[in-house]
């Protein structure tokens, strides 16, 4: 039965959990922006395309922030009832820090079990979507940004030099406008006095309305096998430039779907069943396409060599005395030669695709088991940090912000250390997958035992107090010097 004490630690824990979470989303996200916002910058990207950005990256973020959460939180529950005497109380009343913990744990277990179904369901959509916009942000072109004095070349084409601008930036001085579009070279040169820029009504034009300026222009005749020279005055001109290149365009978000990060816990099992039955028949494909090389065997007795007719599969025993050649007549030894150099080259050449076919096969593979692993680790790693989160803070006995969060960053650190260093470690590899994205667990696992044994004990280790007897007990060991004066 759910009894009095039960709910009310239970509502002790959802709010700092909540304002926790929140925080730690934010906290991540703000580094996620740090990562990226060089790429962002100066691209003319608008407040919606950011904002959608923003949305699907927390949300691709929440299972790393919910493990983060969950041990700040429990820390700041456990520590601010010890610090208020409350955990004294219960204790002396007959229960026990484990039946305590018991409704905090069960609620743990829900949790992890709504963060699986959250990074199985929703995680891969949310990926999808979160990974197609930002390719398509990053390979966006920056803004025009035409500067005084500097050769701008990010329209296609064309190398724009300005003398000088107005302050509104409209009205432009000393134009020169290389033309580059023939391919062939600076053959055509725009040069102005003045000038002014006016874009298109659509945005997808700009014009460079020019005045009092020389045209200059090479060209090169086929027939008379020289070059000629036009150079035209105008007392104005019109230099159309197209800007569609600069727009922001989304791709097909499909050309990303088959991604390993996009995909639940029954599609990666299946992409992980075809790479072990492909795995299977790598050699038996090898063998094929190496079988029309090797016609020649060595299954026959010493001093004879075995010909292995390939469309009848039929064999032939040829005796030799000393050497193969022996057997071929002499004006047709160079071309057999050259034959066998040639098919060895080809055997070696099909060797090397299919071992690079092979490695490539292995490395996706291993991504594909790595990110099976992934969907159960993270949702562990809830009640892991947990069952560290809650003795600590029985241990530690102090609430708020100060001490549990300096303790739960530490903790939190190294279990993400642990965790990235065994991610590495299984992409790259050097373990299985499993033994890898496990690590952090199974160095953590007995950590936590550790601290609920020393909770249940009441231990001292992390108290203020604690540091200052064992300090006292140093200091009164250390050899006194003698402060007599002659």
């Not at 601008?165 to 600076?186: A, C, F, L, P, R």
């Not at 005045?211 to 008379?224: K, L």
């Not at 696992?445 to 200052?468: C, G, H, M």
């Amino acid at each position: 039965m759910i009894k009095k004490l039960d709910i009310l630690l239970i509502r002790s824990f959802i709010g700092p959990f909540i304002v926790t979470f929140f925080v730690s989303l934010f906290v991540l996200m703000m580094q996620f922006f740090w990562l990226y916002m060089d790429e962002m910058i100066g691209k003319g990207i608008s407040i919606w395309v950011l904002v959608q950005l923003l949305v699907y990256m927390s949300t691709t973020l929440v299972p790393l922030a919910l493990p983060l959460s969950v041990l700040l939180s429990s820390i700041m529950t456990f520590g601010n009832m010890g610090e208020n005497f409350e955990l004294v109380a219960i204790k002396s009343s007959g229960i026990s820090l484990l039946r305590f913990m018991r409704p905090l744990f069960l609620f743990i277990i829900f949790l992890s079990g709504l963060a699986f179904l959250f990074s199985d369901d929703i995680i891969p959509v949310a990926n999808l979507k979160a990974l197609s916009l930002l390719y398509d942000v990053r390979n966006s072109k920056p803004t025009l940004n035409i500067r005084p004095d500097q050769f701008n070349n990010d329209i296609p084409g064309y190398s724009i030099r300005v003398g000088s601008k107005d302050k509104e930036g409209n009205i432009i001085h000393d134009v020169i406008i290389y033309d580059q579009t023939s391919m062939v070279g600076n053959d055509k040169v725009v040069m102005a006095k003045t000038g002014e820029m006016i874009p298109s009504a659509d945005k997808q034009s700009l014009i460079f309305r020019l005045r009092d300026g020389w045209q200059y222009q090479e060209g090169y005749e086929h027939n008379a096998h020289n070059f000629t020279q036009t150079r035209a005055h105008f007392a104005k001109y019109d230099v159309v430039f197209d800007l569609s290149g600069f727009n922001f365009t989304r791709n097909n978000e499909n050309l990303f779907k088959n991604g390993y990060q996009m995909e639940n816990v029954m599609q990666l099992s299946e992409s992980i069943d075809s790479f072990k039955r492909d795995k299977e028949r790598t050699a038996s494909s090898v063998g094929a396409y190496l079988a029309p090389y090797v016609t020649y065997d060595n299954k026959g007795k010493e001093g004879a060599i075995v010909e292995k007719n390939i469309k009848n599969n039929n064999y032939a025993v040829h005796k030799y005395d000393s050497s193969f050649l022996q057997l071929i007549p002499d004006s047709l030894r160079g071309t057999v030669l050259t034959t066998v150099v040639n098919n060895i080259r080809s055997f070696k050449s099909l060797a090397d695709m299919s071992s690079l076919d092979r490695k490539l096969k292995i490395e996706n593979f291993q991504k594909y088991d790595v990110e099976w692993h992934r969907k159960f680790t993270l949702s562990f790693a809830c009640i892991l940090l947990f069952l560290i989160g809650a003795p600590l803070g029985a241990i530690i006995r102090k609430g708020g912000l100060g001490m549990p969060l300096v303790v739960a960053v530490l903790f939190f650190m190294t279990f993400h250390i642990l965790n990235i260093t065994g991610e590495k470690l299984a992409k790259s590899g050097a373990v299985v997958p499993w033994m890898g994205m496990w690590m952090s667990t199974v160095i953590l696992l007995p950590v936590a035992a550790w601290l609920i044994k020393a909770a249940r004990n009441d231990s001292q280790v992390f108290t203020k107090e604690w540091y200052t007897r064992v300090w006292r007990r140093i200091k009164n060991n250390l050899p006194v010097k003698d402060k007599s004066v002659a």
